[in-house]
């Protein structure tokens, strides 16, 4: 059970990563509802510095999917323990 939750923590990390990473840039971003109704919303959603640190926190996602790969290795098979002396 350990090693399943493991693995769907991994996915999901990374998934919202690369889900984070790439949406600032897609038309959807700045075309949505709720940049329609408020100038606001909408002068912040096509602020270039907003997409940036959105796109920021999807590389950190994606780092931390990465990280804890590399961590969790031998509890998920990856690499054999090696025996201690």
Do not use: C, H
Not at 72 to 79: K, M, N, S
């Amino acid at each position: 059970m350990r090693r399943l939750l493991t693995i769907l923590y991994v996915l999901v990390t990374f998934e919202i990563g690369v889900f984070l990473f790439v949406l600032p840039w897609v038309s959807m971003w700045s075309q949505n509802f709720f940049a329609d109704r408020s100038p606001l919303v909408s002068k912040v959603a096509r602020n270039y510095f907003v997409r940036g640190a959105v796109s920021g926190v999807g590389l950190a996602d994606i780092w931390l999917a990465l990280y804890e790969l590399w961590f969790y290795r031998e509890v998920l098979g990856l690499v054999r323990s090696s025996p201690r002396k």
